[in-house]
Every structure is written in C-alpha cells, then in structure tokens.
C-alpha cells in the first residue's frame, strides 16, 4: 500500500514558482470583497502612520517636559499620546476583522469549488492519487491561501508604509543620526535574504511530507482491519515512525533557520542602537554642532524607539516573503487540480436522454486501466432488455470493470458500448447513470441516518417510497428493530451494521 502514497506528488515538481498569472488569479478571489479588502488597506495605513509618530511623542515628551521640568500644557499632550493609541487600537481592530473575513470567505470559495470540481471529477484521478493528498488541497493548501489573504499582501504593504515613514521621521530630525542609523541596515537585509531562502526550502519540505503523512494515515487507518487481521501493525507502525520523523525533521531544519534569524536581527539591531548612542555622544563630547543640530535627549530616544521600529517590519517583510511563497506553491497546487480536464462529461448535444428499454451491446471492447495492460480483448455480447445475466469468471477478468464502463466511470479505448442502440458516449451522463441500480461488492454508506442513505440518489423521494424500497430490498425488518428505525444514524461507511445489512441498503438504495 504504501508505495503508493509517494509516488504522485507535484510539490516536488513545482520548485520556485513566480508566475505572475497565479498571483493575479488569486487576486481575481478578492474582486467580490474588494470593498473589504481596500477599506483593510487604508486602515493598515493609518495604522502604521500612527505607529510611526510614537517616537516623536517621546522626544517631545523629555525635550518639552521632562528635561525643563515644564508641566504646562501636559494634559493636553498625554490627552493627545492616549488619543493617538485608542485611534491605533480601533483601526488595528477593525482591520483585523476585515482581513479575516476577507479570508474565511476566500477560502469558503476556494473550498467549494475543489469539492465541487472533485464531485465531477472521472474515477480514474481518484485511482491516481492518494485521497490524503487530496484532502490536504482542501485543507492545508487553503489554509496556506487564507494566510496570505489575512496577513501578507495587505501587512507587506503596511510594512513598507512605515519603512517609508520611520525613515522620512528619522531624517526630519536629525539627517546626521539617521545615517548613522542606517549603517546596519545592509547586514539586516543579508541576514533576511539567507533566512528567506533557507526558511523556504525547509517550508516546502514540511508541506510535502505533510502531504505524504496524510496520505499514508489515510490509507492505513481505513485498512486497520486488514492491517490487524494480517498481524501487520508492527510494520505499519515501522513505515509511520519513519514517515512521522521525516516530517519531525524538515519542521526541525526550518526551526533552526528560526533560531538563528531572529537573534541574529536583535543582535543587528543592537549594534545600530549602540551606534546611535556612541554618535551622539561623540558629538556632545565633540561640541559638533551640537546646539545648531539640536541634538539632545529627546532625539536620542526617539532614534533609540525609531530603530527598533525600523527592524520589525524588515523582519516581517522576511516572514510575508515566505508566506507569499508557501501561497504561491500551493495555488499553483490547487489550481493544477482545478485546470484538470474532465475527461468523462456529457456530451453539448446529447443523442439519448431520459428512461432506457434496457438493451446492452458490447461491440468489439478493448479496455486497460494501464496503458495496454488489457483488462477486455475485443469483449461482443448483446443483452436484451427483460434478459437476466450473469458474469462469471476468475478474480481478474473484467467482471467489475464491464459494470464500471457500463456506467462510464471509464472510458474504452477501442470499441463501442451501447445502450438501446446509441453509444453511451452520447447518452446524457446523468440520465444514463439514472437508468441503472449498482450494489457493488464493497458496499459503501455515507455518515447519517438509514433513510438519508437510501435517498442518497434521490432527495425528493417520499417517505413511503423509501419504506417500500426497504420492503422490496427485505431491509425493513432488520431497520424497524433499529433505536430509531429509519433515523437510526450508521456511523462512517455505515459501521454500526452488519455486512448484509449494508447490502440490503444499498440495495433499496
């Protein structure tokens, strides 16, 4: 079993994916909540303005009030301090709503539309990729998309406003101590780019052996009962204890990358601080200019606030750059999965709708799952509506496989297949499958009630008719000794009952 589980993943195929058709199809998501979107934008703006003027009311704080002792006018200025930080809150508050809402309905619509293109999907992708890996589309891949909505492009953006604001802030001040300020600023940028790349490799790591992990717990927990019944759970155990700690490790290699960046830029920044600090004391020692450029207290503080503020959003920008990324390689993901041709669909222009007679030709069939591992060689036999039939042959032969291509799970490669004289690739898919009742060996019961599982193919149907359904398939014996009857709930792949009881549903069904 689990050979399978890693031979088809297209995170491996993917590697540096910057193609600007992606990013402009995931920003087609926004265009129904673009009001949302753009009212978050302007709210992250001010923001961050106002997150930029902190230092300066420090500055004015100790120049104006502190150092000359003046306390005329200090209520007005800590009326002003508190109003510039309540606006902060407010505007920080609303446009978290905002983002997350603008997310939760992206991914709601990212979602439905997986499902609903896997709904339609032919049988043959489900035989070509394991379900784990599929689930984790749904899941972490949208997951990864509403980050990017929620907190990257919008807080890039906030990022690089108050970049522009520090600095513009620092430079009104004194031009002098913002060079000075800036002098670490290139080591922060060296430091930011090899953790950018380093962080992305271990990234794109996790999410493929995160999507190998699911694939295997999806195969091996729904075959626990032929894992026990083969005494094979100590081998099963050995594959996920290996799986399990190769994912273990590529989380290990990016934390690594984690714990060296981030002390790394705090030491940065100490060493641009200790700058500022030594400058202006050389200066006040030096007598240079020091009354003309009004240098004093309260600028050093200012300069001290304005560079820690200065390499947070750089920091961030690191962090956003891989959450760009980690997007960007799972839409290009998702969107291989919704680009898929639908290879089995109804024809524009059905021949055949409606009810059938019931005639069944195979002419001349040749069919393989594989390439030209034939399954059916050149297969003619004619059934006449009324006729009863049965396939007999050893494990193998194709007895299954005529069923599936009588409902067009598949499509042949050489041949035809007819029904009531008109090739089942003309009939209206829909209305062809709706011609026939299939109870397959390996019965399968969707979580909910009994009746709702025997409705499954049709919502409209009466009570009653359910009732008769279970009388006709003799299920409505066994269901009325239920808890509750027709509302008794089976579990997940019905569970709760026996093998033929499930049968029996699945006949009425």
Avoid: C
């Avoid at 026990?228 to 273990?248: C, P, T, V």
């Avoid at 050893?394 to 299954?400: A, I, L, M, Q, Y």
């Avoid at 209305?431 to 009630?449: E, K, P, T, W, Y």
């Amino acid at each position: 079993m689990s050979s399978e589980v890693t031979k088809y993943h297209e995170e491996e195929a993917i590697g540096k994916t910057y193609d600007l058709r992606i990013v402009r199809r995931l920003l087609g998501y926004l265009r129904p909540y673009w009001h949302l979107a753009a009212l978050a934008l302007v709210l992250t703006f001010l923001t961050n303005a106002l997150i930029s003027t902190q230092p300066l009311f420090t500055k004015i704080a100790v120049d104006s009030y502190i150092t000359p002792r003046n306390t005329d006018g200090i209520w007005l200025f800590a009326l002003a301090f508190f109003g510039v930080f309540l606006f902060r809150f407010i505007f920080s508050y609303l446009q978290e709503v905002l983002l997350n809402r603008v997310g939760q309905r992206v991914m709601y619509d990212l979602r439905s539309q997986i499902y609903a293109k896997l709904q339609r999907q032919e049988v043959a992708y489900f035989d070509r990729y394991p379900v784990g890996r599929i689930i984790t589309r749904l899941t972490s891949d949208v997951d990864a998309l509403n980050e990017l909505f929620t907190s990257g492009v919008i807080d890039v953006l906030g990022d690089l406003v108050i970049i522009i604001a520090i600095i513009a802030w620092m430079f009104a001040l004194d031009w002098k101590l913002a060079i000075v300020s800036l002098i670490t600023v290139p080591l922060l940028f060296t430091a930011t780019n090899w953790f950018r790349k380093r962080a992305r490799e271990g990234f794109d790591k996790v999410r493929t052996r995160n999507a190998r992990l699911n694939a295997f717990l999806q195969e091996y927990v729904s075959g626990a009962q032929t894992v026990q019944l083969m005494n094979a759970e100590d081998g099963s155990q050995k594959k996920f204890a290996r799986i399990n700690d190769h994912y273990r490790q590529a989380n290990i290699e990016t934390i690594y990358y984690y714990s060296v960046f981030y002390p790394l830029v705090d030491f940065i920044g100490a060493v641009g601080i200790a700058a500022v600090i030594f400058f202006f004391a050389w200066e006040q020692i030096a007598s240079l200019s020091a009354a003309e450029a009004g240098l004093t207290v309260g600028i050093l503080a200012s300069f001290i606030q304005y560079s820690l503020q200065l390499f947070q959003p750089i920091r961030d920008l690191s962090d956003k750059f891989n959450v760009l990324q980690a997007a960007i390689v799972a839409s290009h993901r998702i969107f291989i999965l919704l680009d898929l041709d639908i290879e089995i669909k109804s024809p524009e222009k059905p021949k055949k709708t409606g009810k059938a007679e019931g005639r069944i030709e195979f002419r001349n069939v040749w069919f393989a799952y594989k390439e030209d591992s034939w399954v059916l060689k050149d297969v003619s036999f004619t059934i006449e509506p009324g006729e009863n039939v049965a396939l007999v042959g050893h494990t193998g032969s194709g007895k299954t496989t005529v069923t599936n291509l009588l409902m067009r799970f598949y499509d042949i490669q050489k041949g035809r297949i007819l029904l009531d004289g008109v090739d089942i690739r003309d009939w209206d898919l829909a209305d062809l499958r709706s011609n026939f009742a299939v109870v397959l060996q390996d019965v399968f019961l969707f979580s909910g009630s009994v009746e709702d599982n025997i409705r499954l193919g049709n919502p409209a149907a009466s009570d009653e008719a359910i009732r008769n359904a279970a009388r006709q398939a003799a299920a409505d014996d066994f269901i009325a000794r239920l808890p509750q009857g027709y509302d008794t709930l089976v579990g997940e792949r019905g569970v709760t009952l026996s093998g033929g009881e499930r049968q029996r549903i699945a006949i009425a069904r």
